[in-house]
């Protein structure tokens, strides 16, 4: 391992200084375009803010604007050893704010960067905070949910001197801030100045506006920071014919910059009389792990340079992963508040990126640990692909060429299993697959694997796409559909007597067997669930086709007369799941703040449960029972997985018991799946309900009244519990949103419109200051409504297939997203939304084929038992 730099005497100094921020007393400390505060009036400043503050360490939580109020409240909470949590200004991220003020609960609020005025939201705090505890960072990751970086006053000290001591930081130097204080990188900028008695120079202003440069001349300040779009920004702004006399140095984080752009900048910078610090971090390790020496700049343009002064980087043997040591890496993570009692619970930091160590010493970064492809918005690890090929015996390599995946094998005997064997690990149709034979695998004059030859290769091969297996010709019998359920369903032994709800189809089969029907019938009827293979044979003529019902189509003319029609009718409940579930996921992810969506899939939910479990059939308890563990099972292995290897839930949350505990007020990290663990514990009371004879006879001879009495029951327990407004958990617990459930099942028994009228005024009723949110409860009301009164909705037919895969993959993706959103809620929350619907989805064809398999697998062994099951016609 290699040994840390020993300390200069200036950073040893720094080390042992109490104050992040010293410097002379009449010497500015922050400037902006129109006042000067120097450091007696920052001290003075600091120590008023301070005392507002209070003497009781208190979680502070501060809008970070690039202005002189936040900075003064972030100093002064560090001086009273007060956690600070920064966070973004502006309109964008008030959504982002609100949910973390819901989750971490601060004590002090900060949020007026003009007026600095504290809102003190309570005396004291709720809080228990370890005593080196100094700052939160917000940030995310690909653990788990939102989460907090725990930072240390050591920490920060220690980061602000490495910095200072590599950019030779002296009292004359003045830094704009070209990027937010909330940034960690922008921050470093701030700590590092202050730490050395230099200047910051405050400003909003971006690159591109000549006022910007104005203020900077004039503020004479000598350096600014930049993430590589920002360096396009200096670009289109014509900052190379920029007259900056007073610039000593520029730095660049946040993102690789192109080899060729930091030798641009650098020979500038050389022309100029300014350095080029290109430099390597993360916010876990405080900003700052590595930094290129500007005078290897135009030699190592490639590279992150070296260690910052008193860290180390290392690289694992068998990975290649870059891990970094140093007195600058986080305490850990904080996924809720009670993790701000925890000590240190790392070492090391270990960044995810793969590197090499060249000879002269030098650290580049050659990738990330994974490589990845998109195919139907499913994200396929090429490595993992290979991996998997190699362990059953076949040698291959995987590429994605535009929409295909290309696998290379050496033998021509093993192109078939090759496909199949992809399809069935990647869960993406074989007809996506091109497998081709090559005589030796390419590799670079390194001996790595050329990627880049076989990539130019499979451009330039045809590919032969075989035939859809639902376009086969042939007649839409009887046969066609039977055989239809049993594939889907995994029921081979599926009669023509037998429907969807025979074969014990649910919500989580029902949309995939919709769609498929879709294809074949056209427009389904409201009851197909209930009708047989046979009566829906019947409905496979064209309303506008001249041939008689019942002479059969082929399923070829069927399948493209259907797709030439330019919309398509979906069932209210699928586009209400669809819509639900990306509300759930874009709100999360903090790309917009539209909630209420899962209480809407509460109603959603209880109306599938009246359709299928609760359909006028036999072994109705037993339905029921099987659709909780349909949930409970994956959710308890997957949570239960992310818990051993995290650590992040607590047993009650992998068990799925959180609601029956006493004594929880506020949100925490342990409620990200209240929704699953409401939806199992709320069919195992279902299922307890009517395996009471006289309750399932009840129901089955009052259907609609059956649900009205129970839902009154419900409402009268919600608001007994819980008055109109209910509490930041309460309102996840059964007792007050089982009648949610209750009102969706409500709303699939009502035939007639005086029963709609009904319910809907208990929709309104009901919602009305649930959640103290008008607008949240606007879209449960509105969902609601829906579903009453829509039976299903017009979509243009090319959005059938996104809208279908993400209602059918809608519980899967509510289940992973939190493993997948937060490490991209900062800085492309879009982006973090659509991978959270894509391995949503790749979870559910993934447990679908594990499904299929083990029932298969389980038939086999009854029928060789000669026990075959079957089912009587209903």
Same mark, same amino acid.
């Given at each position: 391992?290699?040994?840390?730099?020993? $300390?200069?005497?200036?950073?040893?100094?720094?080390?042992?200084?109490?104050?992040?921020?010293?410097?002379?007393?009449?010497?500015?400390?922050?400037?902006? /375009?129109?006042?000067?505060?120097?450091?007696?009036?920052?001290?003075?400043?600091?120590?008023?803010?301070?005392?507002?503050?209070?003497?009781?360490?208190?979680?502070?939580?501060?809008?970070?604007?690039?202005?002189?109020?936040?900075? @003064?409240?972030?100093?002064?909470?560090?001086?009273?050893?007060?956690?600070?949590?920064?966070?973004?200004?502006?309109?964008?991220?008030?959504?982002?704010?609100?949910?973390? @003020?819901?989750?971490?609960?601060?004590?002090?609020?900060?949020?007026? $960067?003009?007026?600095?005025?504290?809102?003190?939201?309570?005396?004291?705090?709720?809080?228990?905070?370890?005593?080196?505890?100094?700052?939160?960072?917000?940030?995310?990751?690909?653990?788990?949910?939102?989460?907090?970086?725990?930072?240390?006053?050591?920490?920060?000290?220690?980061?602000?001197?490495?910095?200072?001591?590599?950019?030779?930081?002296? $009292?004359?130097?003045?830094?704009?801030?070209?990027?937010?204080?909330?940034?960690?990188?922008?921050?470093?900028?701030?700590?590092?100045?202050?730490?050395?008695?230099?200047?910051?120079?405050?400003?909003?202003?971006?690159?591109?506006?000549?006022?910007?440069?104005?203020?900077?001349?004039?503020?004479?300040?000598?350096?600014?920071?930049?993430?590589?779009?920002?360096?396009?920004?200096?670009?289109? /702004?014509?900052?190379?014919?920029?007259?900056?006399?007073?610039?000593?140095?520029?730095?660049?984080?946040?993102?690789?910059?192109?080899?060729?752009?930091?030798?641009?900048?650098?020979?500038?910078?050389?022309?100029?009389?300014?350095?080029?610090?290109?430099?390597?971090?993360?916010?876990?390790?405080?900003?700052?792990?590595?930094?290129?020496?500007?005078?290897?700049?135009?030699?190592?343009?490639?590279?992150?340079?070296?260690?910052?002064?008193?860290?180390?980087?290392?690289?694992?043997?068998?990975?290649?992963?870059? @891990?970094?040591?140093?007195?600058?890496?986080?305490?850990?993570?904080?996924?809720?508040?009670?993790?701000?009692?925890?000590?240190?619970?790392?070492?090391?930091?270990?960044?995810?990126?793969?590197? &090499?160590? &060249?000879?002269?010493?030098?650290?580049?970064?050659?990738?990330?640990?994974?490589?990845?492809?998109?195919?139907?918005?499913?994200?396929?690890?090429?490595?993992?692909?290979?991996?998997?090929?190699?362990?059953?015996?076949?040698?291959?390599?995987?590429?994605?060429?535009?929409?295909?995946?290309? @696998?290379?094998?050496?033998?021509?005997?093993?192109?078939?299993?090759?496909?199949?064997?992809?399809?069935?690990?990647?869960?993406?149709?074989?007809?996506?697959?091109?497998?081709? &034979?090559?005589?030796?695998?390419?590799?670079?004059?390194?001996?790595?694997?050329?990627?880049?030859?076989?990539?130019?290769?499979?451009?330039?091969?045809?590919?032969?796409?075989?035939?859809?297996?639902?376009?086969?010709?042939?007649?839409?019998?009887?046969?066609?559909?039977?055989?239809?359920?049993?594939?889907?369903?995994?029921?081979?032994?599926?009669? #023509?007597?037998?429907?969807?709800?025979?074969?014990?189809?649910?919500?989580?089969? +029902?949309?995939?067997?919709?769609?498929?029907?879709?294809?074949?019938?056209?427009?389904?009827?409201?009851?197909?669930?209930?009708?047989?293979?046979?009566?829906?044979?019947?409905?496979?003529?064209?309303?506008?086709?001249?041939?008689?019902?019942?002479?059969?189509?082929?399923?070829?003319?069927?399948?493209?007369?259907?797709?030439?029609?330019?919309?398509?009718?979906?069932?209210?409940?699928?586009?209400?799941?669809?819509?639900?579930?990306?509300?759930?996921?874009?709100?999360?992810?903090?790309?917009?703040?539209?909630?209420?969506?899962?209480?809407?899939?509460?109603?959603?939910?209880?109306?599938?449960?009246?359709?299928?479990?609760?359909?006028?059939?036999?072994?109705?308890?037993?339905?029921?029972?099987? /659709?909780?563990?349909?949930?409970?099972?994956?959710?308890?292995?997957?949570?239960?997985?992310?818990?051993?290897?995290?650590?992040? +839930?607590?047993?009650?949350?992998?068990?799925?018991?959180?609601?029956?505990?006493?004594?929880?007020?506020?949100?925490?990290?342990?409620?990200?799946?209240?929704?699953? #663990?409401?939806?199992?514990?709320?069919?195992?009371?279902?299922?307890?309900?009517?395996?009471?004879?006289?309750?399932?006879?009840?129901?089955?001879?009052?259907?609609?009244?059956?649900?009205?009495?129970?839902?009154?029951?419900?409402?009268?327990?919600?608001?007994?519990?819980?008055?109109?407004?209910?509490?930041?958990?309460?309102? +996840?617990?059964?007792?007050?949103?089982?009648?949610?459930?209750?009102?969706?099942?409500?709303?699939?028994?009502?035939?007639?419109?005086?029963?709609?009228?009904?319910?809907?005024?208990?929709?309104?009723?009901?919602?009305?200051?649930?959640?103290?949110?008008?607008?949240?409860?606007?879209?449960?009301?509105?969902?609601?409504?829906?579903?009453?009164?829509?039976?299903?909705?017009?979509?243009?037919?090319?959005?059938?297939?996104?809208?279908?895969?993400?209602?059918?993959? /809608?519980?899967?993706?509510?289940?992973?997203?939190?493993?997948?959103?937060?490490?991209?809620?900062?800085?492309?929350?879009?982006?973090?939304?659509?991978?959270?619907?894509?391995?949503?989805?790749?979870?559910?064809?993934?447990?679908?084929?594990?499904?299929?398999?083990?029932?298969?697998?389980?038939?086999?062994?009854?029928?060789?038992?000669?026990?075959? $099951?079957?089912?009587?016609?209903?």
């Amino acid at each position: 391992m290699p040994s840390a730099a020993t $300390p200069s005497l200036a950073r040893e100094r720094l080390l042992r200084a109490r104050r992040l921020f010293t410097g002379d007393p009449d010497h500015p400390a922050l400037i902006t /375009s129109d006042r000067r505060i120097d450091y007696a009036e920052l001290s003075r400043r600091v120590e008023q803010r301070g005392a507002e503050l209070g003497s009781d360490r208190r979680l502070v939580m501060i809008t970070a604007a690039n202005a002189i109020e936040p900075v @003064i409240t972030y100093l002064a909470a560090l001086e009273g050893r007060h956690p600070v949590l920064l966070l973004a200004d502006g309109e964008d991220a008030s959504g982002h704010r609100r949910k973390l @003020i819901d989750r971490f609960d601060p004590d002090v609020v900060a949020d007026d $960067p003009a007026s600095g005025a504290l809102h003190i939201r309570r005396d004291g705090s709720r809080h228990v905070f370890h005593p080196d505890l100094a700052m939160l960072a917000s940030t995310s990751g690909s653990t788990g949910s939102p989460k907090l970086v725990r930072l240390s006053m050591e920490n920060l000290h220690s980061n602000a001197a490495a910095i200072a001591e590599y950019l030779r930081l002296t $009292p004359v130097d003045r830094a704009a801030t070209t990027l937010p204080l909330h940034y960690c990188y922008g921050l470093s900028v701030l700590n590092s100045h202050l730490a050395v008695g230099a200047s910051v120079f405050l400003t909003e202003r971006s690159v591109t506006e000549d006022d910007f440069w104005q203020d900077f001349v004039e503020s004479e300040a000598t350096s600014f920071a930049g993430v590589p779009h920002t360096f396009d920004l200096l670009d289109a /702004s014509g900052f190379a014919h920029r007259d900056l006399a007073r610039l000593r140095y520029v730095t660049q984080a946040g993102g690789r910059l192109p080899p060729d752009r930091v030798r641009r900048y650098a020979r500038l910078g050389r022309e100029r009389g300014f350095e080029l610090f290109v430099m390597y971090g993360q916010t876990e390790a405080t900003a700052r792990m590595g930094y290129l020496p500007p005078s290897l700049a135009e030699t190592a343009p490639e590279t992150i340079g070296r260690a910052i002064p008193g860290g180390a980087f290392d690289i694992d043997p068998s990975t290649g992963e870059l @891990i970094y040591r140093g007195p600058n890496v986080m305490m850990g993570y904080a996924h809720d508040p009670s993790d701000f009692a925890r000590g240190r619970t790392t070492m090391t930091l270990r960044t995810g990126d793969v590197a &090499r160590r &060249r000879d002269d010493g030098l650290i580049e970064i050659v990738g990330r640990l994974n490589r990845f492809a998109k195919f139907f918005g499913l994200r396929i690890d090429l490595d993992r692909v290979e991996t998997h090929l190699a362990e059953e015996g076949i040698p291959a390599r995987a590429v994605a060429v535009d929409d295909r995946l290309i @696998i290379f094998v050496l033998v021509d005997h093993l192109a078939a299993e090759a496909r199949r064997r992809v399809a069935e690990f990647a869960g993406i149709p074989p007809h996506v697959i091109d497998v081709h &034979r090559i005589t030796e695998f390419p590799r670079t004059r390194s001996g790595k694997n050329d990627s880049s030859a076989l990539e130019r290769h499979g451009r330039a091969l045809a590919t032969v796409r075989p035939q859809d297996d639902e376009t086969a010709a042939g007649p839409v019998t009887t046969t066609t559909i039977r055989d239809l359920y049993a594939r889907l369903l995994g029921r081979p032994d599926a009669t #023509e007597h037998h429907s969807f709800s025979d074969l014990d189809g649910d919500s989580l089969s +029902y949309v995939e067997v919709a769609v498929r029907l879709e294809s074949l019938l056209g427009m389904l009827p409201h009851d197909w669930p209930s009708l047989s293979p046979a009566a829906l044979a019947g409905l496979c003529v064209d309303d506008g086709d001249a041939t008689p019902r019942g002479a059969p189509a082929t399923a070829v003319e069927q399948v493209a007369r259907n797709r030439t029609r330019r919309h398509a009718r979906l069932d209210t409940a699928v586009v209400l799941r669809a819509a639900a579930i990306v509300l759930i996921v874009g709100s999360h992810a903090d790309l917009f703040s539209v909630q209420g969506g899962a209480h809407l899939l509460l109603a959603v939910l209880g109306f599938n449960l009246a359709r299928f479990q609760l359909a006028d059939r036999s072994g109705r308890s037993r339905a029921l029972l099987r /659709s909780s563990a349909q949930i409970a099972i994956p959710a308890v292995v997957w949570i239960g997985a992310v818990t051993l290897l995290t650590g992040h +839930y607590a047993p009650t949350t992998v068990a799925l018991v959180n609601g029956f505990l006493p004594g929880q007020e506020q949100w925490s990290i342990q409620w990200s799946f209240w929704f699953l #663990e409401f939806a199992v514990w709320g069919m195992l009371g279902l299922a307890a309900l009517f395996a009471w004879p006289r309750a399932d006879r009840l129901e089955r001879a009052h259907p609609f009244g059956c649900a009205v009495g129970l839902l009154t029951v419900a409402l009268a327990v919600r608001f007994a519990v819980t008055g109109v407004e209910t509490g930041l958990v309460e309102r +996840y617990t059964i007792a007050a949103a089982g009648w949610l459930l209750v009102l969706g099942w409500a709303a699939a028994r009502a035939t007639r419109v005086s029963q709609r009228v009904a319910l809907s005024a208990v929709a309104v009723v009901g919602s009305a200051g649930f959640v103290g949110n008008p607008a949240r409860e606007g879209v449960i009301i509105a969902g609601i409504l829906v579903l009453l009164w829509i039976p299903a909705v017009t979509v243009p037919r090319m959005l059938v297939p996104a809208v279908t895969t993400l209602a059918g993959a /809608s519980l899967f993706i509510y289940l992973t997203h939190w493993q997948v959103f937060p490490a991209w809620e900062e800085t492309a929350p879009l982006a973090g939304t659509l991978l959270s619907l894509v391995v949503g989805v790749a979870a559910w064809c993934l447990y679908r084929a594990i499904e299929r398999g083990v029932l298969a697998r389980f038939r086999s062994r009854v029928r060789a038992a000669g026990a075959v $099951p079957t089912r009587s016609a209903s």
